[in-house]
């Protein structure tokens, strides 16, 4: 039997098994045999990983099993691969690389530029921009060069905008380098280092702050102007499953005006991060599941052209960081156990048309 009918087979009786197993988190057991995400869509199904879950086996043959694209969760960040001389740590990210080269699964680079991520070797760097700015073109080329003709894309820029808003995130990055300069500069340097990766700008909130969705819109149209090669719009979509129904499509046809490639690229829906008008649990997770279906559909009435991936963020719920802030919380497609619930038959149901 070829690896390909393995693999298959394998997440198929897993998969047919769990669906008949007893109702998880209160949810109605998904009824009738499940087939992977990765076999039925066109495009790549993403998901997050960290390098040490990888060691666990059944983590492991469900990540594979069901996704055809893996994010590093936060081991390709600066806060890893940075080292307090300066110096780059790389075995992580090759783990995760790796994996996804032996599992026939795409890689996607995140995050290069990042506000949260200002290590002290960047930030006693001297002031003056050549120094300053060598360091940050090497840390870029190190990073997109190292995995260039593996990493389909890089978020080049992640999270530009104020959470209100309002303007442009003030940091160690745009301090040294210029507002829009230092985002201009990171993708050229990203392009040199990859002339084939998609090269994007992320950020959350879009969906529900349109204030913050129009300043995005109207950075990725200053970028373009600049001559920057940014080829790839991210759309992080952490949301809360009170959000209301059409925020997420009008917001994904908005980020679609460019004729750029499109990422879905951190998906997840919070319980309970929602407002209180459900009236029980059921019908929190009923819209939860719809509100996956509504973002997958919105992605996949794109041109195929722009379609670049779309990436839950992370595999079962006890992975996710949304459960590490809140243990109460669901917000993924797999239980603890690695049983689908009804956000993955929601997915599931989108793809089969
Ligand atoms: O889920 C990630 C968490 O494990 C990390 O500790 C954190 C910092 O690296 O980043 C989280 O992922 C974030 C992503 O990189 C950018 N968008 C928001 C995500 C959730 O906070």
Redesign the pocket.
């Known amino acids: 039997m070829n690896s390909d009918l393995t693999r298959r087979g394998a997440l198929g009786s897993a998969l047919a098994l769990a669906a008949c197993g007893p109702r998880a988190n209160g949810q109605p057991a998904p009824q009738g045999p499940v087939t992977p995400l990765r076999d039925l869509a066109p495009f790549p199904i993403g998901t997050?990983v960290?390098a040490g879950f990888l060691d666990d086996p059944a983590y492991a043959a469900l990540t594979s099993q069901t996704f055809s694209q893996l994010t590093a969760?936060?081991e390709m960040?600066m806060?890893y691969i940075v080292l307090p001389d300066g110096g780059f740590r790389f075995d992580r990210p090759d783990r995760i690389a790796g994996f996804a080269r032996n599992h026939g699964m795409k890689l996607f680079g995140?995050?290069l530029v990042?506000y949260?991520?200002q290590p002290d070797a960047f930030v006693r760097l001297d002031e003056s921009r050549t120094s300053f700015g060598r360091a940050y073109d090497n840390y870029i080329t190190a990073c997109v060069g190292r995995y260039r003709g593996q990493a389909s894309g890089w978020d080049v820029v992640?999270?530009p905008i104020r959470d209100d808003g309002s303007a442009l995130r003030d940091h160690l990055w745009s301090q040294r380098l210029g507002p829009i300069d230092h985002m201009v500069r990171a993708f050229h340097v990203a392009r040199a280092a990859d002339p084939e990766a998609v090269l994007f700008i992320?950020d959350?909130n879009l969906e529900s702050n349109p204030a913050k969705l129009d300043q995005y819109l109207r950075l990725i149209d200053a970028l373009l102007k600049a001559g920057a090669p940014l080829t790839g719009v991210g759309c992080?979509t952490?949301c809360n499953a009170d959000l209301p129904t059409g925020a997420l499509t009008r917001t994904i046809r908005a980020l679609a005006r460019f004729g750029l490639k499109v990422h879905v690229s951190?998906i997840d829906v919070s319980i309970v991060r929602a407002g209180g008008w459900f009236v029980s649990r059921e019908e929190k997770l009923a819209a939860q599941a719809r509100l996956y279906a509504e973002a997958l559909a919105a992605f996949v009435a794109l041109p195929e052209a722009q379609q670049f991936a779309f990436t839950i963020?992370?595999v079962r719920d006890p992975d996710s960081?949304l459960v590490?802030e809140n243990a109460s919380d669901t917000p993924l497609l797999f239980d603890g156990q690695g049983r689908p619930k009804q956000t993955y038959r929601a997915l599931e149901r989108v793809l089969r048309g």
Request: hydrophobic residues 25%; contains cysteine; charged residues 25%.
């Open positions: 997050c960290q969760e936060w960040k806060e995140h995050a990042w949260a991520q992640n999270e992320n959350y992080q952490h951190e963020w992370g960081w590490r």
